[in-house]
């Protein structure tokens, strides 16, 4: 292990990540809403501590191996959760938030959760505001993406990065050759998706600062919203489709959208199977909540429930959490559907959680081809995505990743339980967290106000461990990473 | 730079280390054996596509199409050569370079033409190393031996011993010493470290040090490093592969020359190419048949089979037996270093040499001659100015002028047939040959775009 490089690394992502502590100053200075102390000291804190680690070690000039990215990313994410807090945990004559309070909200604005512990959210200062949702922004195309994009002094090293905080099964496919110009690029159509959603949500007839807002929580699927009504508070078809349309595409993975603006042309979409896949579910999900939802309402406003329920779908099966009606009470299996689909999540290589669709297509593809295997015994049947036959080690990943997902799952179930909560909120509040969802069912359909302290600790784990797909987590307490 | 490199042997990983440590470059490498590339990308920052190398749906996917530079070298000549010419009609790539080992293509030079064979560059890792070696026996004492402007200018490094005429002096008395000899030492090594040598640098028993010189004054400046060994007579070559043959077919007129070959059957084939070079079967490492052939009066012995192993421990014996000098070809750069400081007197890294040549075609500016030197750690450059004071940045200015980089130096200027050592109010003029060295290579974007035209010139 190469900690002296670990920890200069550390120290500049973190004097790096103290400068998104500057913007909300210039909002709260620009809606006069005297709440800006919080973030200078936020700022200085973050700045503070991050130079301290950086500066002994600030002439190791050493590259990064495997194993220092995985202790990179890991250790940066807790540490981020944890300063990210302080702004939220500094503003104490509004927000009044214990320090579980705070890393909690700042982790599930990081890892674009989008559960909250925060109510009266229309009465609090706008750059508080601002703020949740700048977290989730920058958590969704991942914010060590972004240090790769910006920092080249990372190197070969940033590809270390890359891999240990990029979702899906396949890492090493690069748009480029180099990996700081793959993550410019993807932070370049990130930007672009927010700009058009900021711009749309405004026509649809949002004000600036609120479309903006969303526009952030939007693209990264993250579920955060300056309202407690989330998108309910609207009331608008208009923004609901404008919403469905961003969702649906921040659920794609990025590198299509970068074929697409590159090659000018949607074939790179058609052709791929996980997008093929994808769009496939979504609908079906669609037509079965919609349906559903007109059998036991009846026909009285068609377009409210049609919208509605697509709306519904599509937020919760990307993973982004957005609510225009409470789904928890809706009829029949409709609210543990919907929660049951959030676990399939978005593409890989988009900013939804989940197992992620190609992990799931690829594993119903195995199941076919054992079913292929008993009617043709001696066939050769290799696993294939669109034309090409994947390796069996992708294969075999995808099934460790499955396996381990589901214990996790468990285990994390099993201790939710014993902190008190009933058999349907510790189930809804696990799968929320994990996939990196938001709402549950239950107890937690509205936000994680009510659950005890240890209860939101177990949901920041999960929620570390859905963004960074378990694994970047799980071998650092594996005895196999540490010894030499 | 976009670089398309196909296949990921040893050459082909060496370009791609070397060619992605440069930022301005984008390098993708095309091989067939996904366990390879994914093992390259763990520990560069390139892009890797599998895939046959010559076929267009390939090139494609690792973007041909807006590529600069194929580089195609791979271990046939033939996928080579049609990878060319695949990147040539198919994609329009305005810079391909093969690797073509067959010395049957290498002289058909009728078939490289725009419409046959569009290659732009051959290089044949083969005949570099042999023609290396070659000038390391043409000049004993030489650690290396490389040339510049046609060979007018050669530059060469020679480790300093107690018998330097110059070895405990100032270089400045280096002139007093030659007075009549045009060359100039342009960097030394002590410990592993570099230094542009200034007048008053004390050569020191153990420096590497590096000079340039008009071709007929090396033997003299090497003197002023150490003993002069006598002329080579006597050579061993063991391994009689392709580098064995050409060097035994160089050198037999000149010297007397034995290889030595294990297989009889190839023995055989290259008793009848040599003509009067001794072929002996046997295996390298067999002490009998060593001292049997007189070994102990040996000038040189090469090892040069293709198991490194083979040749640094067949070396190693050959020294111990009584060979005044053993060099062993060496692929890996963690063996270069270990075996450079105890019995073997030269590694030959075929690596390195390839990857000069190959660099030379992937600078901008019009740059003739990259050697690469100590195991890239410094790069001795050769490029051509051109244009006038106000295109060109360097054109029609005194050297003390020049904005180069810290750890840049001008060392000689050639000038049509003239050789000038470079002084701080040498005026550099157009067509000018300048022959750089630099020790810092994270410099050298810096340096290429000194010798770039600006764009009034055009």
């Known amino acids: 292990m190469n900690w002296s490089s670990v920890q200069r690394i550390l120290g500049l992502l973190l004097m790096m990540f103290s400068l998104t502590m500057l913007p909300p100053i210039v909002f709260s200075l620009y809606f006069d809403d005297q709440s800006w102390l919080p973030f200078v000291e936020g700022f200085a804190l973050t700045l503070a501590a991050g130079t301290l680690i950086w500066l002994p070690v600030h002439r190791v000039r050493k590259e990064l191996r495997l194993r220092d ?20 945990y500094l503003a104490q004559d509004v927000l009044t938030l214990s320090f579980t309070d705070a890393v909690f909200e700042s982790m599930s604005g990081l890892t674009t959760t989008g559960a909250t512990v925060i109510t009266g959210l229309d009465d609090l200062p706008a750059s508080i505001l601002y703020y949740r949702q700048q977290l989730q922004w920058l958590g969704g195309m991942g914010i060590i993406v972004l240090a790769v994009a910006v920092l080249p002094m990372l190197g070969v090293g940033g590809m270390q990065l890359y891999r240990a905080e990029a979702p899906g099964p396949v890492k090493d496919t690069k748009l480029t050759p180099r990996i700081t110009e793959t993550a410019k690029a993807l932070w370049y159509v990130y930007l672009a998706f927010t700009i058009a959603c900021m711009v749309s949500y405004r026509l649809a007839g949002m004000g600036w600062f609120d479309a903006l807002c969303h526009a952030f929580s939007t693209v990264a699927i993250g579920g955060f919203s300056p309202h407690d009504a989330s998108m309910g508070y609207y009331d608008s078809a208009a923004i609901d489709i404008v919403a469905i349309v961003f969702m ?74 957005f609510t225009t009606e409470n789904f928890a009470v809706w009829p029949a299996a409709l609210p543990v559907l919907l929660i049951l689909a959030s676990f399939i ?53 995808v099934w460790g990743f499955f396996s381990v997902y589901i214990v996790v799952f468990g285990i994390m179930l099993v201790a939710m339980m014993s902190t008190g909560l009933d058999q349907v909120t510790a189930f809804s509040a696990v799968a929320a967290t994990l996939n990196n969802l938001g709402p549950g069912l239950g107890g937690v359909a509205s936000g994680f106000m009510s659950v005890s302290d240890p209860a939101k600790w177990i949901a920041i784990a999960g929620m570390l461990l859905g963004r960074l797909e378990i694994f970047t987590l799980l071998v650092l307490i594996t005895p196999t990473f540490w010894r030499h | ?48 596509v599998v895939g046959h190398a010559a076929y267009p749906e390939v090139l494609e996917r690792a973007g041909a199409n807006d590529a600069d530079i194929v580089v195609a070298l791979t271990d046939s000549d033939e996928t080579n050569m049609v990878a060319c010419q695949v990147a040539y009609t198919a994609f329009r790539t305005p810079t391909k370079i093969a690797r073509i080992r067959s010395a049957d293509y290498m002289n058909a030079d009728k078939l490289f033409t725009q419409d046959a064979i569009p290659i732009d560059v051959r290089i044949s890792p083969e005949q570099l190393v042999c023609s290396y070696i070659e000038q390391l026996i043409l000049y004993p004492g030489a ?72 071709r007929k004054d090396i033997r003299v400046f090497i003197s002023e490093m150490r003993r002069l060994e006598d002329p080579v007579r006597r050579v061993v070559i063991a391994g009689g592969g392709n580098i064995g043959v050409r060097l035994a077919l160089a050198l037999e007129q000149t010297n007397q020359v034995k290889l030595i070959e294990r297989d009889p059957q190839r023995a055989r084939q290259i008793s009848e190419q040599l003509n009067k070079a001794i072929v002996l079967v046997g295996d390298a490492a067999d002490e009998e048949l060593l001292l049997e052939e007189n070994i102990d009066n040996v000038d040189v012995f090469c090892g040069l089979t293709n198991s490194e192993e083979a040749n640094i421990l067949s070396s190693m014996l050959a020294k111990r037996l009584g060979a005044s000098k053993v060099m062993a070809l060496i692929n890996r750069a963690s063996y270069v270093d270990l075996v450079e400081s105890g019995s073997i007197d030269i ?31 410094a790069e001795a450059m050769e490029a051509i100015a051109h244009g006038d004071k106000d295109s060109s940045k360097v054109v029609g200015r005194r050297i003390e002028e020049i904005e180069l980089p810290k750890g840049t130096a001008i060392v000689t200027i050639v000038r049509g047939e003239q050789t000038i050592i470079a002084h701080h109010d040498t005026v550099i003029e157009s067509d000018d040959h300048v022959i750089m060295f630099m020790t810092d290579r994270r410099k050298i974007e810096h340096l290429e775009s000194l010798f770039q035209v600006g764009v009034s010139f055009v």
């Not at chain 2, 400045?172 to 002590?190: M, Q």
Request: overall charge positive; hydrophobic content about 45%; proline content about 3%.
């Open chain 2, 1 to 48: 730079m976009k670089i398309l490199i196909l296949g990921a042997g040893q050459v082909g990983s060496s370009a791609a280390y070397h060619l992605s440590r440069e930022e301005a470059n984008e390098v993708t490498v095309v091989d067939v054996r996904p366990d390879v590339l994914r093992e390259l990308q763990d520990r560069l920052d390139i892009r890797t």
């Open chain 2, 347 to 377: 590694a030959i890294s075929p690596q390195q040499i390839t990857i000069g040549s190959l660099l030379s075609h992937v600078r901008r500016g019009d740059v003739v001659k990259v050697h690469s030197l100590r195991r890239g750690a």
């Open chain 2, 143 to 214: 650690s290396q031996v490389l040339d510049f402007a046609d060979g007018r200018v050669r530059l060469v490094g020679a480790k300093a011993d107690r018998d330097g005429l110059l070895v405990g002096q100032r270089i400045a008395t280096l002139k007093d010493h030659i007075p009549n000899s045009e060359g100039r030492i342009a960097a030394v090594y002590r410990e592993g470290q570099a230094m542009l040598p200034k007048g008053d640098t004390v050569i020191q028993e153990g420096d590497e040090v590096f000079f340039i010189a008009d």
């Open chain 1, 248 to 321: 649906f595409v921040a659920g794609v993975n990025f590198s299509l959208h970068f074929f697409a603006w590159r090659y000018v042309s949607i074939k790179h979409y058609l052709k791929d199977p996980e997008f093929r896949a994808y769009a496939f579910i979504l609908c079906n999900l669609s037509i079965i909540v919609i349906a559903t939802l007109f059998y036991f309402r009846g026909f009285e406003s068609p377009d409210q429930t049609i919208i509605g329920g697509l709306f519904q779908a599509v937020s919760i099966a990307t993973t982004t959490g």
């Open chain 1, 69 to 88: 990215g995985f202790v990179v990313v890991a250790a940066f994410w807790t540490v981020l959760g944890t300063f990210g807090a302080a702004p939220l």
């Open chain 1, 345 to 397: 999540g978005g593409s890989a290589g988009s900013t939804a959680g989940g197992i992620k669709v190609v992990r799931c297509l690829l594993i119903y593809k195995q199941g076919v081809r054992e079913v292929a295997r008993l009617v043709h015994p001696s066939a050769e049947i290799p696993v294939k995505l669109g034309n090409t036959a994947v390796q069996p080690r992708v294969v075999d990943a």
